[in-house]
């Protein structure tokens, strides 16, 4: 288990890992890490089942915060079924936040529509991004902040985009058309980290 | 109640990758596709950074024509 400084360091991100959510997801790396934070999520949990479970779980107790996407809300796949995951947990998250620290952050494509898919936040007021980086990244800047105030939105943009081609030259590499894999995520977290150092976004 | 930002200090790149793991390996893939990437950015730059300069040094040799600055273009040149 990690320190209790890098506990409220790290972020949690629950989101969809499909193609369209792909940009976004580079996007919410870059600004997490220009803000900061430490992104972490379930592609480091590499066991399935019940053990990848508790993994998630180990790993929602070693954030002091999460972020989950609640955008696909509709039927998908070849069978054509709605996914539970991000809902699973976020509710794995809001037990952990009853008897912890943890901040639970919930984001939306679409304004309103978590009133009608789960109800029972709608009292967390989710960050609406409209499916765009810069909706994102505005949505990290209304969710994190620190002592010395956060970089502006342009920063944020700017370290996205340099991101965003890092995370195409990976996906050729890798022949993935998404960047949802645990060896792309650590090579973009690094990224990120190198290149928030050398814009002396973070410190060394 | 959740509108309120959660307020941290910042981590550093060295507690970043401590805290993920990131392995020697990572770190030599990730700098060499920022190396990869950073490259057509620069060659932009620099391809842009050399028009410019030979623009500005034509107009400046060629007073009279046309795009040279107001000043050059209505200088005399002495013989």
């Given amino acids: 288990m990690p320190d209790e400084p ?6 949690f991100l629950n989101v969809p890992y499909d193609k369209e959510y792909a940009p976004l997801f580079t996007a919410l790396i870059a600004g997490l890490v220009a803000l900061g934070r430490i992104p972490r999520c379930a592609l480091e949990a590499q066991s399935e089942g019940k053990s990848r479970l508790q993994h998630i779980h180990g790993l929602l107790a070693s954030c002091g915060s999460s972020i989950h996407d ?13 996914r539970f995951n991000m809902p699973f947990e976020l509710g794995m998250a809001f037990a952990l936040a009853q008897s912890t620290s ?11 529509r978590i009133d009608a898919s789960l109800s029972d936040m709608k009292a967390f007021d989710p960050i609406i991004h409209g499916g765009t980086t810069e909706g994102i990244l505005g949505g990290l800047l209304d969710c994190f902040d620190s002592p010395g105030g956060a970089p502006p939105l342009r920063r944020l943009t700017s370290m996205a985009k340099r991101l965003a081609l890092v995370a195409a030259k990976a996906q050729r590499e ?18 990120a980290v190198t290149e928030a150092t050398r814009r002396r976004l973070i410190a060394k | 109640m959740e509108h309120t930002k959660h307020v ?13 793991g990131i392995t020697g390996e990572e770190m030599a893939a990730a700098r060499r596709l920022l190396r990869l990437t ?20 034509a107009t400046k040799q060629a007073p009279g024509k046309r795009g040279a600055p107001r000043s050059a273009r209505t200088r005399t040149t002495r013989s």
């Fill in chain 1, 70 to 82: 609640l955008s696909r809300v509709t039927l998908s796949g070849s069978l054509n079924v709605p």
């Fill in chain 2, 8 to 20: 941290a200090p910042p981590a550093t790149a060295t507690e970043m990758r401590r805290l993920l």
């Fill in chain 1, 102 to 112: 943890h901040r639970i952050f919930t984001f939306e494509e679409k304004e309103r």
């Fill in chain 1, 6 to 11: 890098a506990i409220g360091k790290s972020v």
């Fill in chain 2, 38 to 57: 950073a490259g057509k950015d620069e060659i932009r730059s620099s391809r842009a950074a050399v028009v410019a300069k030979s623009t500005a040094r």
């Fill in chain 1, 174 to 191: 890798f022949r993935r058309e998404e960047p949802f894999k645990r060896a792309i995520f650590l090579q973009l977290c690094e990224a």
